[in-house]
């Protein structure tokens, strides 16, 4: 199962990059990972929007029990690492948020692009309850 959809530069890309996990997680009947799953690509869409480029494209992908967030933009030369940080600064953790609720992550890039990526195992829940 694979979904993908382009987000704009802009706020309100967040808002559907999670509504994009949002489907796949149900569809998938895994609820267990659906809190997790649109924090993570909160994150990830949000990084893209800050400091990437154009065109942005959301996936969420599930393959076998893992759940396959990515966001990949067009800025391949900015590179995601989580950030050292201070009690006084009100930026950068988002990055440290995903290390934190993914199994993994990390990113890849080409010459024109890059493709940051987070992994959640799945613990398959049916979406409705089991008839009595």
């Known amino acids: 199962m694979d979904h993908h959809c382009d987000l704009p530069a802009a706020p309100e890309a967040a808002g559907l990059a999670r509504r994009?996990?949002?489907?796949?997680?149900?569809?998938?009947?895994?609820?267990d990972v659906l809190d997790d799953a649109i924090l993570?690509?909160?994150?990830?869409?949000?990084?893209?929007?800050?400091?990437?480029?154009?065109?942005?494209?959301a996936r969420a992908t599930v393959?076998?029990?893992?759940?396959?967030?990515?966001v990949e933009d067009a800025r391949?030369?900015?590179l995601p690492y989580p950030r050292v940080l201070t009690a006084t600064e009100p930026n950068?953790?988002?990055?440290?948020?995903?290390?934190a609720m993914a199994a993994r992550?990390?990113?890849?890039?080409?010459?024109?692009?890059?493709i940051v990526w987070a992994e959640l195992p799945l613990r398959r829940?049916?979406?409705?309850?089991?008839a009595e």
């Not at 994009?20 to 009947?29: I, K, P």
């Not at 393959?63 to 990515?70: E, G, Q, V």
């Not at 829940?125 to 089991?130: F, N, Q, R, V």
């Open 63 to 70: 393959r076998d029990d893992t759940l396959i967030l990515a």
């Open 40 to 57: 993570v690509m909160s994150e990830l869409a949000t990084n893209a929007v800050r400091y990437g480029a154009e065109p942005i494209v």
């Open 76 to 78: 391949a030369s900015d």
């Open 125 to 130: 829940l049916s979406a409705k309850p089991p």
């Open 92 to 99: 950068g953790r988002g990055m440290h948020l995903v290390a």
């Open 20 to 31: 994009l996990v949002r489907e796949t997680v149900l569809e998938a009947g895994a609820l």
């Open 105 to 114: 992550w990390g990113w890849d890039r080409s010459a024109h692009a890059k």
